[in-house]
């Protein structure tokens, strides 16, 4: 058990093991032992908001580069409301998020959170492996110690720890009209683009009035196969919603247009919209299917819960950052830079072998020997 508990707390430390993940070159070199702020007296070493910025750098350029293919020109842009670029903006989050940290830390034994034997041999060999697996210039340019790293991957471990005990305290509760979910199918018929003639608007109206007789003559049917049948570019979906419309729901908080849920919460379980429903967008035939889904009112509750709960956390932990004292450095933050051609970057994880369940449960042993 302990060789399981160390393999996982390693696991959930590893978000700053990077070898060599310096790509680039600093334009000012940092003194990581300056310090940048002070959290109720406690110091907090520029060499820490080094490390965590860099590694928030690296996540959000991957996020980028995943769904825009690159993640150039993300940090030098202008922010028109502040006039900040992002990447000043970037640095003074990434301090405040470590200054929450301290607060967590000083918060912790309220919530009986502690940092155990376990996760302090984890967390010691972590940081020496981060040491030894980056170069002398990338340790340089990040101006951070082996301390330093203990100290961020400690803070990070209460962190993580401190999140459920506190959300605990929110005690929420999830209402039926909140979380009730229906479920429907759906054909749209498009009359988006600016191709489209008047004719063949007119044309797609009269399908997608086809589709809904059809339909209705068979409600219980395929209504893909029915959509097909008209024409082959056409198909079913289904969908869910909130049963009941809530006071501050409007068409933007929903997947779907609002005539279409005007449409449907009018239903019975099986019936189908009697007429065409026209949008912006298209005509839409809908179907009823359950009036009461249970899986996804399951799925709904428990998101709802998840968010509230996460919304006390938050709300509580801003006012204790609010409540703190806190001084900041400008001077010395102002050395910590995120620019678009200063960059760190994690490399490609080499594909680990596979191993047999012997081979494996041979390793899971040896640790455990640990």
């Given at each position: 058990?302990?060789?399981?508990?160390?393999?996982t707390?390693?696991?959930?430390?590893?978000?700053?093991?990077?070898?060599?993940?310096?790509?680039?070159?600093?334009s000012?070199?940092?003194?990581?032992?300056?310090?940048?702020?002070?959290?109720?007296?406690?110091?907090?070493?520029?060499?820490?908001?080094s490390?965590?910025a860099?590694?928030?750098?690296m996540?959000t350029?991957?996020?980028?580069?995943?769904y825009?293919?690159?993640?150039?020109?993300i940090?030098?842009q202008?922010?028109?409301?502040?006039g900040e670029?992002y990447?000043?903006?970037a640095?003074?989050?990434?301090?405040?998020?470590?200054?929450?940290m301290?607060?967590l830390?000083e918060?912790?034994?309220?919530?009986?959170?502690?940092?155990?034997?376990?996760?302090?041999?984890?967390?010691?060999?972590a940081?020496?492996?981060?040491?030894?697996?980056?170069s002398?210039e990338t340790?340089k340019?990040?101006?951070v110690?082996?301390?330093?790293v203990?100290?961020?991957?400690?803070?990070?471990?209460?962190?993580q720890?401190?999140?459920?005990?506190?959300k605990?305290?929110?005690?929420?509760t999830?209402?039926?009209?909140?979380?009730?979910q229906?479920?429907?199918?759906?054909v749209?018929?498009?009359?988006?683009?600016?191709?489209?003639t008047?004719?063949?608007?007119?044309?797609?109206?009269?399908?997608?009035?086809?589709?809904?007789?059809?339909?209705?003559?068979?409600?219980s049917?395929?209504m893909?196969?029915?959509?097909?049948?008209?024409?082959?570019?056409?198909?079913?979906?289904?969908g869910?919603?909130?049963?009941?419309?809530?006071?501050?729901?409007?068409?933007?908080?929903s997947?779907?247009?609002e005539?279409?849920?005007?449409?449907?919460?009018?239903?019975?379980?099986?019936e189908?919209?009697?007429?065409?429903i026209?949008?912006d967008?298209?005509?839409y035939?809908?179907r009823l299917?359950?009036?009461?889904?249970?899986?996804?009112?399951?799925?709904k509750?428990d998101?709802i819960?998840?968010?509230?709960?996460?919304?006390y956390?938050?709300?509580t932990t801003?006012?204790?950052?609010?409540?703190?004292?806190?001084?900041?450095?400008?001077?010395?933050?102002?050395?910590?830079?995120?620019t678009?051609?200063?960059?760190?970057?994690a490399?490609?994880?080499t594909?680990v072998?596979?191993?047999?369940?012997?081979?494996?449960?041979?390793?899971?042993?040896t640790?455990?020997?640990?």
């Open positions: 058990m302990k060789g399981i508990v160390k393999r707390a390693v696991t959930a430390l590893a978000g700053v093991m990077a070898a060599g993940m310096l790509t680039g070159c600093g000012k070199t940092l003194d990581g032992s300056q310090t940048v702020a002070t959290v109720d007296g406690t110091d907090i070493p520029l060499g820490i908001v490390l965590y860099r590694e928030q750098q996540q350029a991957a996020m980028y580069a995943s825009l293919g690159s993640a150039a020109e940090w030098d202008k922010d028109d409301d502040t670029t990447g000043q903006k640095v003074s989050e990434t301090l405040k998020s470590v200054e929450l301290y607060v830390k918060k912790a034994p309220d919530y009986k959170v502690e940092v155990t034997a376990d996760d302090e041999k984890a967390i010691e060999e940081a020496s492996e981060f040491m030894a697996a980056n002398e340790i340019e990040l101006s110690t082996e301390d330093q203990k100290t961020l991957l400690e803070l990070q471990t209460i962190q720890k401190i999140y459920n005990p506190i605990a305290e929110a005690n929420v999830v209402t039926d009209d909140e979380a009730n229906s479920a429907f199918t759906y749209s018929v498009s009359t988006s683009g600016d191709d489209l008047d004719d063949d608007k007119k044309k797609k109206k009269e399908q997608a009035q086809q589709i809904l007789d059809k339909v209705k003559a068979d409600p049917g395929d893909d196969e029915i959509a097909k049948g008209v024409d082959d570019s056409y198909s079913a979906l289904t869910t919603f909130t049963t009941k419309k809530s006071d501050d729901e409007d068409s933007e908080s997947a779907y247009p005539e279409v849920l005007d449409v449907l919460r009018g239903l019975k379980e099986g189908v919209g009697s007429d065409l026209e949008t967008t298209g005509y035939i809908v299917d359950k009036e009461l889904d249970e899986d996804a009112t399951k799925t509750r998101s819960k998840e968010s509230k709960e996460y919304d956390y938050k709300e801003d006012k204790w950052l609010d409540d703190a004292e806190v001084k900041e450095y400008k001077k010395v933050l102002k050395t910590l830079t995120i678009d051609k200063h960059t760190f970057t490399p490609t994880p594909p072998p596979e191993t047999t369940e012997t081979e494996t449960t041979e390793v899971e042993t640790e455990e020997e640990k």
